[in-house]
């Protein structure tokens, strides 16, 4: 992609550039975020390393214990156990995994479908684009949490089911964008000067077209990876979601609901570590959007 | 209310005195000051132009006076309206005197007016906030306002939403409203910038006979010193938010005294024709294309719109043809179909009917493969140098791009060759590594034209390439471009709706209007002796920098429009 990558060593650095690393000392909520979400992910990769426990394994003689800080807390069980004798510590370590698989996958797969489709329905135009938009149209019409729910009658729940449930429900609003910004950046003259220099559709669309996008699409997927791994805490918290024994953080709060008087430490530290993950998502990616812009730099 | 025509400079008490006005800019936690204690006087009926360059801060030393500078910004010093105090007056009172006292006309009517109300709506709007008239009397007297700024049908006029106006019509329509209530001045930012020559040349006139019909004085502020020249009494030159030079309009363009201001006068392109002789010699038609014509069109057609609109025809049956290595310059006025033209040479837009050959290809029903190679010998700057560079790539992207494109080069040789180009446009390699929105306007132009003539193209389309830049900027960007013509010899089709740019570049002129070719010559030839009466009328409304010939110009564009326009 870069057409010249020895170009700029041949002159005098001209314009002071921040390295992005510098900027990101900078700018105190962007590095919170990528503390915090490079934290989650490496406790998510390590979980079979560090986490004290087995989260699958039950001990029923440990049952309810309350977090190992408290009267009858067990120091072995950091954050207290379940009902079944689960660790809580390691169960909230193992959900990481499940949860950022998810999240990431599910939205991954949303602006693959959604900017494929929006670019064709924008740059191409005609009958595909209105076909496009009454596909669009459709989708929206069906709740996709109703949609899960069959789907996950139909071929069992698991994690791909939930991948692609709220993957290819999720298209639509990156397809909307992409397909009114392509429209708009079509007729920019930077892109005209392209096609008149002699620029193919899939030069203009790739090097002229997409790169302008990331930043819209970045701004919305950020938000939507935070809204995936809600979703899939939501379904699992139905029962439609990850089954047990396999923790996820949706399943872990589901578990805690009836315990919430005796046993609050079932849904607080899964609470608290789907909302750190959440809030540095997003963190993350207002940083990113920054980042990518070439007038802030 | 006295209506007595005042001669220039005298009469008394100034209506606006303005002492040691500076203006700041919160940057970066910092103030920084864009305009540096500015002191003038405006005098009853009298016209005080405002002059300078983008940046200069005449824009924002003039809306600090009612108030309107942005959040960021703040003003100090003291602005007497008619001996009484109002620079940073609270918001309500300020709101008093904006509209009642002072009347702001914009640059843009299209964004001065709230698309959504009528206009008759609008003008009310302000008469019965400020005088508290009743909707009937609010009504009758919008319509009378309308019926002043010279708009046809007032009555029916009222009732119209701003885009069933023309910009011309719509911008006479922004005048009433700000002359509404009677103000006691009336600040013009850059009243004509958006307007055709022959529509500016009409709004001209309305400001100067209104000035004396409810007498306002008026702040003007341009970077056109030929509207100048047709309108100020009095001129203050500004350059880097300070005062350069202060006088008499006379004393400016005849006798300038510092150096900014004889440059700034120097860099005007002049019109040199004597233009509109009376009587048209009855010359023959335009002569035969030649048959080794580098690009000949036969009765051109060109449907504009997008697949989801409607289409229109905005060129239809042109001939015309450029030599090898020749400029032809295309004048018209905005929607004559002349940048549509420059987009079909290019294969921007599909050419509907008739036929367009340049370099032996016919354009008409091209194929794709055919149209990538025509596009290796035919390129094409872009009038907004703003938004024709990608704002994401790199200026040495952004002109090893066509290279790139059409693998002429890589690597070394690749970085070679942009250096060179960047050479050729006068622009430093430091250059190289920056974005678009860290050069100025100038400087993305020459970036512009250095991917243009990347390919040594035997045709380059200039679309009004300097129409976005400030007078000096222009001449030096249209130095670079004779030079690369001269070096390079490519043929050129040079857009562009000002006549002056046009008399220096090219070699012929075609004047187009509605989509059809009116006239065309050798530039002197037609410059000389127009024959068609719109080309006439075109060359007249060009306001030229010197207010003696400016007066004589009016004149005879008054015996001109008298005789009436035949289309």
């Known amino acids: 992609m870069d057409v010249l990558p020895e170009a700029p060593a041949l002159i005098e650095a001209p314009v002071r550039r921040v390295s992005k690393l510098r900027r990101l000392l900078r700018d105190p909520s962007g590095l919170l975020g990528v503390v915090v979400l490079g934290g989650v992910i490496f406790l998510a990769l390590l979980a079979p390393w560090i986490s004290p426990h087995d989260p699958e394994r039950q001990n029923l003689k440990a049952s309810l214990l309350p977090p190992a800080w408290l009267d009858g807390g067990d120091s072995a069980y950091l954050f207290g156990t379940d009902r079944l004798g689960h660790d809580v510590l390691s169960r909230t370590i193992w959900s990481a995994r499940t949860s950022l698989l998810i999240g990431f996958s599910a939205v991954a797969l949303a602006v693959l479908l959604g900017v494929t489709i929006g670019v064709f329905a924008g740059y191409v135009g005609g009958r595909l684009e209105d076909v496009v938009l009454r596909l ?54 930077f892109v005209k000067a392209a096609v008149s220099l002699g620029a193919g559709h899939g030069r203009v669309v790739f090097r002229h077209i997409l790169p302008h996008l990331v930043s819209p699409i970045l701004i919305v997927a950020t938000i939507e990876i935070s809204l995936a791994i809600l979703a899939e805490s939501s379904l699992s918290f139905l029962g439609l979601g990850i089954q047990p024994p396999t923790p996820s953080w949706g399943s872990m709060l589901g578990d805690g609901r009836d315990y919430l008087a005796s046993a609050w430490w079932l849904s607080v530290f899964p609470g608290i570590a789907l909302m750190l993950t959440v809030l540095s998502v997003n963190l993350v990616g207002n940083w990113l959007r920054d980042v990518y812009d070439p007038r802030l730099s | 209310m006295t209506t007595s025509n005042t001669p220039l400079g005298s009469a008394g008490e100034p209506v606006l005195s303005v002492r040691g006005l500076s203006v700041d800019f919160l940057v970066n936690g910092e103030w920084s000051t864009v305009v540096h204690d500015l002191s003038y006087e405006v005098r009853p009926h009298e016209v005080l132009a405002i002059v300078g360059e983008s940046g200069s801060g005449k824009t924002q030393s003039s809306m600090a006076l009612i108030g309107l500078l942005p959040p960021s910004g703040r003003a100090t010093g003291s602005v007497k309206l008619d001996g009484t105090e109002i620079l940073g007056l609270p918001g309500k009172r300020m709101s008093g005197i904006r509209g009642r006292q002072v009347g702001v006309v914009f640059q843009e009517p299209m964004t001065a007016m709230n698309p959504v109300y009528t206009i008759g709506f609008q003008i009310c709007e302000v008469l019965r906030f400020h005088l508290g008239m009743s909707k009937r009397q609010a009504r009758a007297r ?380 050798p530039t002197r030839h037609l410059l000389d002796h127009p024959r068609h009466q719109y080309t006439r009328e075109l060359l007249a409304a060009v306001p030229v920098a010197d207010p003696h010939e400016q007066r004589t110009r009016r004149e005879t564009r008054r015996l001109l429009s008298a005789r009436g326009t035949p289309s």
């Not at chain 1, 669009?136 to 698991?158: E, F, N, R, T, W």
């Not at chain 2, 449907?303 to 004048?331: N, Q, W």
């Not at chain 2, 004559?336 to 370099?359: E, F, H, R, W, Y």
């Not at chain 2, 034209?449 to 001449?475: F, M, N």
Request: glycine share 8%.
């Open chain 2, 142 to 521: 919008a319509i009378e306002l309308l019926r002043l700024v010279d708009l046809p049908d007032p009555e029916l006029t009222v009732r119209k939403y701003p885009h069933q106006l023309s910009g011309g019509q719509l911008q006479r329509a922004v005048i009433a409203q700000a002359i509404a209530c009677e103000p006691r001045l009336l600040i013009a930012d850059e009243p004509t910038t958006a307007l055709d020559v022959t529509v500016q040349a009409g709004i001209l006139d309305l400001l100067r006979s209104l000035k004396d019909r409810i007498a306002s004085s008026i702040i003007l502020i341009s970077h056109d010193l030929g509207v100048v020249a047709d309108i100020a009494d009095r001129v203050l030159v500004m350059k880097a938010g300070r005062v350069v030079e202060s006088e008499s309009s006379e004393q400016i363009f005849y006798r300038p005294a510092q150096p900014y201001t004889k440059e700034l006068i120097a860099a005007v392109p002049t019109l040199t024709a004597t233009a509109v002789s009376e009587t048209p010699p009855a010359e023959v038609a335009e002569e035969a294309a030649p048959t080794d014509a580098l690009v000949s069109a036969r009765r051109l057609a060109i449907d504009y719109g997008t697949d989801r609109g409607p289409r229109f025809r905005a060129v239809d049956g042109v001939d015309f043809h450029i030599g090898r290595g020749e400029v032809l310059g295309l004048v018209g006025e905005s929607g004559s179909g002349k940048s549509t033209i420059g987009q079909a040479a290019v294969g921007l837009v599909p050419v509907a009917d008739g036929s367009l050959v340049i370099d032996g290809v016919e354009l008409a029903g091209i194929r794709s493969a055919d149209l990538k190679a025509l596009r290796r010998r035919v390129s094409i700057v872009f009038q907004d140098p703003g938004s024709s560079l990608d704002p994401r790539m790199q200026i040495a992207d952004s002109i090893a791009e066509p290279l790139v494109l059409h693998r002429l080069a890589k690597g070394k040789e690749l970085a070679k060759r942009v250096n060179d180009l960047l050479d050729q446009v006068h622009l430093p390699r430091t250059m190289l590594a920056r974005f678009p929105h860290e050069l100025s306007g100038g400087q993305r132009q020459r970036v512009g034209i250095a991917r243009a003539i990347a390919l040594e193209p035997v045709l380059l389309v200039a679309d009004e390439p300097t129409s976005a830049l400030d007078v000096s900027v222009q001449a030096k960007v249209l130095e670079v471009f004779e030079e690369l013509q001269r070096q390079h010899g490519f043929a050129c089709l040079f857009i562009s709706h000002d006549l002056a740019v046009v008399e220096r570049l090219a070699n012929r002129i075609a004047v187009m209007r509605r989509g059809s070719l009116v006239e065309a010559g």
């Open chain 1, 136 to 189: 669009a149209d459709i989708q929206l019409a069906i709740p996709p949490i109703l949609l899960a729910i069959v789907l996950a009658a139909a071929i069992g729940p698991s994690p791909t089911t939930i991948i692609l449930v709220l993957g290819g429900t999720g298209w639509v609003v990156y397809a909307r964008i992409t397909r009114g910004d392509v429209l708009s950046l079509r007729d920019r003259s």
